[in-house]
């Protein structure tokens, strides 16, 4: 289908930390929208029944205080549910936030295929648009010149996300020229995590990449990873680099 008439639904969502089988959401927002407007939102803090970490207080800045009396999540999802089916969900590493609502629904005994739809993810397009330094949602937005939205907070990322998808998908005629770009894996520039966070692939140690290749990391970062082995296996680097008698 065009992107001009599709609709969409950008979900975000902040929880209790990272860990999408054992934590807890405890704020969502979700926005329905086309390229020329959105049709309709839908937020809400949410209790989690346990303790928000205070590591995860730091980075949302919401309070134990703030959610007290808010709905429970099987109070929220029938709605969400409702308001996300039929629709190509939109996120920022969007994989975490339909992990989360997937998880507490299974909790909940609420069925759902949520995991099943169509999924588009901003920071994989980010990737393969590579004109940005750095990837996150705020330095896009910076990169693009979006307004802010104020605090990290869930609505606020929706709108600024919208914003930066639309920005991503200029080259693209259809949802179908998306998908099938994204069926591929992207070769990253700079390694985006860890000790050698913001490298170049080709300046990290050997055994630093042998070692990375065998983690459970998303596809991009692992073809970057091995791009970079089979790349030194053509030449002698990899010889010197994996002989510890090389240099005698």
């Known amino acids: 289908m065009n992107l001009n008439e599709e609709i969409f639904i950008c979900i975000?969502?902040?929880?209790?930390?990272?860990?999408?089988?054992?934590?807890?959401?405890?704020?969502?927002?979700?926005?329905?929208?086309?390229?020329?407007?959105?049709?309709?939102?839908?937020?809400?803090?949410?209790?989690?029944?346990?303790?928000?970490?205070?590591?995860?207080?730091?980075?949302?800045?919401?309070?134990?205080?703030?959610?007290?009396?808010?709905?429970?999540?099987?109070?929220?999802?029938?709605?969400?549910?409702?308001?996300?089916?039929?629709?190509?969900?939109?996120?920022?590493?969007?994989?975490?936030?339909?992990?989360?609502?997937?998880?507490?629904?299974?909790?909940?005994?609420?069925?759902?295929?949520?995991?099943?739809?169509?999924?588009?993810?901003?920071?994989?397009?980010?990737?393969?648009?590579?004109?940005?330094p750095v990837n996150s949602l705020e330095r896009l937005r910076q990169h693009f010149n979006i307004q802010p939205e104020g605090a990290h907070r869930a609505m606020s990322d929706v709108v600024v996300n919208i914003e930066v998808f639309k920005h991503l998908t200029k080259k693209f005629r259809s949802t179908d020229e998306i998908f099938k770009t994204l069926q591929?894996?992207?070769?990253?520039?700079?390694?985006?995590?860890?000790?050698?966070?913001?490298?170049?692939?080709?300046?990290?140690?050997l055994e630093y990449l042998l070692w990375a290749e065998k983690k459970d990391f998303d596809q991009d970062l692992l073809f970057s990873i091995k791009s970079e082995i089979r790349n030194r296996r053509r030449g002698n680097q990899f010889e010197q680099a994996s002989n510890p008698f090389s240099g005698l």
């Open 184 to 205: 591929k894996p992207i070769k990253l520039r700079l390694m985006p995590l860890g000790k050698h966070k913001g490298r170049r692939f080709e300046e990290i140690p």
């Open 12 to 132: 975000d969502c902040e929880s209790t930390g990272l860990d999408p089988e054992k934590d807890r959401i405890i704020e969502v927002a979700a926005a329905r929208f086309t390229f020329q407007e959105v049709l309709q939102q839908y937020e809400t803090l949410i209790d989690p029944e346990c303790p928000i970490p205070e590591t995860s207080q730091e980075i949302h800045k919401i309070s134990q205080e703030m959610i007290a009396g808010k709905p429970k999540v099987r109070e929220v999802l029938p709605r969400l549910l409702e308001m996300v089916q039929g629709h190509i969900i939109v996120g920022h590493g969007i994989g975490f936030d339909v992990s989360l609502i997937a998880s507490e629904a299974e909790r909940a005994q609420i069925p759902t295929k949520i995991r099943s739809q169509p999924q588009i993810d901003t920071l994989r397009l980010a990737r393969l648009y590579g004109e940005s």
